[in-house]
Nanobody, 116 residues
Framework: QVQLVESGGGLVQPGGSLRLSCAAS????????VGWYRQAPGKQRDLVAV???????NYGDSVKGRFTISRDNAKKSVYLQMNSLKPEDTAVYYC??????????WGQGTQVTVSS
């Protein structure tokens, strides 16, 4: 069974930084597009950032210039470096792996809280 396990969430003050990690297992990681989504209470789950199997990246408008997504295929991991965090970045962050013609896989989520 495919597993995606997120880590790195926590409480941070506005303007601070966090780095999220997602480790995958039982998946041919290198051929998947992988990314991060987030969901705040009472809101829909939104795209934060995605990196394709070829290394192309795409970001949600609200995080452009502040967040950076990267991947390490040898470690079957995807990372999200989050800088200049704002209270509105508070949400549960989910790791996702998907590819055309295949089911999507999700992690269990990690809480990020930005508050003074």
């Amino acid at each position: 069974q495919v597993q995606l396990v997120e880590s790195g969430g926590g409480l941070v003050q506005p303007g601070g930084s966090l780095r999220l990690s997602c480790a995958a297992s039982r998946i041919l990681f290198s051929i998947y597009n992988v990314g991060w989504y987030r969901q705040a209470p009472g809101k829909q789950r939104d795209l934060v950032a995605v990196i394709t199997s070829g290394g192309r990246t795409n970001y949600g408008d609200s995080v452009k210039g502040r967040f950076t997504i990267s991947r390490d295929n040898a470690k079957k991991s995807v990372y999200l470096q989050m800088n200049s965090l704002k209270p509105e970045d508070t949400a549960v962050y989910y790791c996702n792996a998907g590819r055309p013609g295949s089911n999507d896989f999700w992690g269990q989520g990690t809480q990020v809280t930005v508050s003074s």
